[in-house]
């Protein structure tokens, strides 16, 4: 027999919140690439929150603007024409 958990709503909020944050950021690099390269960019709930020049940095400017630390989005802006590869 199956155990079930109790549904947390905020957990499907903040997965709503990252899935329009990724979409973002996909749609709006080249515009974060003029202004912010070779910056870390924190977006929450598809909008861009903080910037920083490390993830902490970002993720501070992100929580001032009252961004929910847990469902903030850091990535980092490369230069154009730069490959980064993991």
């Known amino acids: 027999m199956p155990i079930l958990l109790p549904r947390d709503p905020s ?4 997965l709503e919140s990252a899935r329009k ?5 996909s749609a709006e690099m080249p515009k974060l690439q003029e202004k912010y390269a070779g910056s ?6 598809g909008k861009l ?3 920083g ?3 902490p ?4 400017s992100a929580v001032r603007a009252g961004a929910d630390p847990e469902a ?4 980092f802006v490369p230069k154009v024409g ?5």
């Open 49 to 51: 929150v903080g910037t």
């Open 82 to 86: 730069t490959s980064l590869f993991f």
């Open 11 to 14: 957990r499907k909020a903040r």
């Open 57 to 60: 940095a970002a993720i501070e």
């Open 21 to 25: 944050s990724s979409e973002f950021l």
């Open 40 to 45: 870390f960019v924190a977006v929450y709930d």
């Open 72 to 75: 903030i989005l850091v990535a």
């Open 53 to 55: 020049a490390s993830p």
